[in-house]
T-cell receptor
């Protein structure tokens, strides 16, 4: 079975600082895809960043970047220069070629950015 | 803008009632999904569909059924609602295959069963 573990239920960070959210996963597949989704309070969930397992280079989207450690099965999200609008629940998700279209989600991390 | 619309943001139903949750997407996506979101449990897949009139069970299908008569619409049905089905329900859609993979979500339907 494929699992995704987010070990930090809640985190907080001061505005303008950097925070890292952790995610580990377990799979026997060789090709897969990893995602971070953001769910702001009372708003719809949106994709923040994605990483293909066959790519060695870590994905980056503006202030958001990942640290993908394939051997360790780790996929952390770094948010630089945190903004109040980053306050949200963040979900790590995982999808394989053999399970195409179906994503497995972690339990989520609630991030609060403090002014 | 791409859009996934869930018909009801908030519903309150009584035990034993039949409940319909509707989801419509305007992106011509083949894949559609219903997830359930509960605190501390993340998102759990109830049912999904890869095409019209096609459906497959997810991880927690018990007590639910679905209908997909048109490509853009995917309905979740609770035949006889129970209190343990009180939850947030999220509909999502995506393009086929993993090359895309990104899920587009609706705003969610928060169901309370009394």
């Amino acid at each position: 079975a494929q699992t995704v573990t987010q070990s930090q239920p809640e985190m907080s960070v001061q505005e303008a600082e950097t925070v890292t959210l952790s995610c580990t996963y377990d799979t026997s597949e060789s090709n897969y895809y990893l995602f971070w989704y953001k769910q702001p309070p009372s708003r719809q969930m949106i994709l923040v960043i994605r990483q293909e397992a066959y790519k060695q280079q870590n994905a980056t989207e503006n202030r958001f970047s990942v640290n993908f450690q394939k051997a360790a099965k780790s996929f952390s999200l770094k948010i630089s220069d945190s903004q109040l609008g980053d306050t949200a629940m963040y979900f790590c998700a995982f999808m394989t070629d053999t399970n195409a279209g179906k994503s497995t989600f972690g339990d989520g991390t609630t991030l609060t950015v403090k002014p | 803008d791409v859009k996934v619309t869930q018909s009801s943001r908030y519903l309150v139903k009584r035990t034993g009632e039949k409940v319909f949750l509707e989801c419509v997407q305007d992106m011509d996506h083949e894949n559609m999904f219903w997830y359930r979101q509960d605190p501390g449990l993340g998102l759990r897949l109830i049912y999904f569909s890869y095409d019209v009139k096609m459906k497959e069970k997810g991880d927690i299908p018990e007590g639910y059924s679905v209908s997909r008569e048109k490509k853009e619409r995917f309905s979740l049905i609770l035949e006889s609602a129970s209190t343990n089905q009180t939850s947030m329900y999220l509909c999502a859609s995506s393009l086929p295959g993993t090359s895309a993979g990104e899920l587009f979500f609706g705003e969610g339907s928060r169901l309370t069963v009394l």
